[in-house]
Antibody, heavy 122, light 112 residues
Framework: QVTLRESGPALVKPTQTLTLTCTFS??????????VSWIRQPPGKALEWLAH???????YYNTFLKTRLTISKGTSKNQVVLTMTNMDPVDTATYYC??????????????WGQGTLVTVSS | QSVLTQPPSVSGAPGQRVTISCTGS?????????VHWYQQLPGTAPKLLIY???NRPSGVPDRFSGSKSGTSASLAITGLQAEDEADYYC????????????FGGGTQLTVL
């Protein structure tokens, strides 16, 4: 059974750096074709793709947030870590990690974690 | 402003058929990239509903179907049920400035 779970602080102060961890089971990120992504959703608003990392350690970022984001494989083989610098109240959102499925004509998010709400406030 | 455009809301009575549109451009849907759909029930994470334009993952009822034409796509729900009341999002891939995966703004479905 494939599962993903996000963890990290519920509250961060403006200008701080956010570090989130996605812990997954039921698949290996070392397997060819596997990718894990981060997506966020501000309260009452739409979904926004942030970044993803693939089995070959290639990394892809949302162009508009690229300078603030870093995605990496965690120290544990079943973890992916996302850091976002210079947090602002507009970054308040539920952050999801998801397993990506891909084809020659795109990618989609096959399975999602439950999400973790991050509030940015002083 | 989302890269893909969806109507903010749609509604229908139980048993009826509703459709949700998703309009893109030549850098995403029109470029040949597939469209995928997600259902988000209140207070829960999104769930994959349709992938590759018109494919249903195991467990998704055949009341849900998708289609794609040109720079647009549609999600159709037939035999509407109360449990279908949720937010629905379309998603594709974009090669323009934003790059990567892009989502629609979401459509809230109300079952009357």
């Amino acid at each position: 059974q494939v599962t993903l779970r996000e963890s990290g602080p519920a509250l961060v102060k403006p200008t701080q750096t956010l570090t989130l961890t996605c812990t997954f089971s039921g698949f290996s990120l070392s397997t060819s074709g596997m990718c894990v992504s981060w997506i966020r959703q501000p309260p009452g608003k739409a979904l926004e793709w942030l970044a993803h990392i693939d089995w070959d350690d290639d990394k892809y970022y949302n162009t508009f947030l690229k300078t603030r984001l870093t995605i990496s494989k965690g120290t544990s083989k079943n973890q992916v870590v996302l850091t976002m610098t210079n947090m602002d109240p507009v970054d308040t959102a539920t952050y999801y990690c998801a397993r990506i499925c891909a084809s020659a004509v795109g990618l989609w998010f096959g399975l999602w974690g439950q999400g973790t709400l991050v509030t940015v406030s002083s | 402003q989302s890269v893909l455009t969806q109507p903010p809301s749609v509604s229908g009575a139980p048993g009826q058929r509703v459709t949700i549109s998703c309009t893109g451009s030549s850098s995403n849907i029109g470029a040949g990239y597939d469209v995928h759909w997600y259902q988000q029930l209140p207070g829960t994470a999104p769930k994959l509903l349709i992938y590759g334009n018109n494919n249903r993952p195991s467990g998704v009822p055949d009341r849900f179907s998708g289609s794609k034409s040109g720079t647009s796509a549609s999600l159709a729900i037939t035999g509407l049920q109360a449990e279908d009341e949720a937010d629905y999002y379309c998603q594709s891939y974009d090669t323009s400035l934003s790059g990567g995966a892009v989502f629609g703004g979401g459509t809230q479905l109300t079952v009357l």
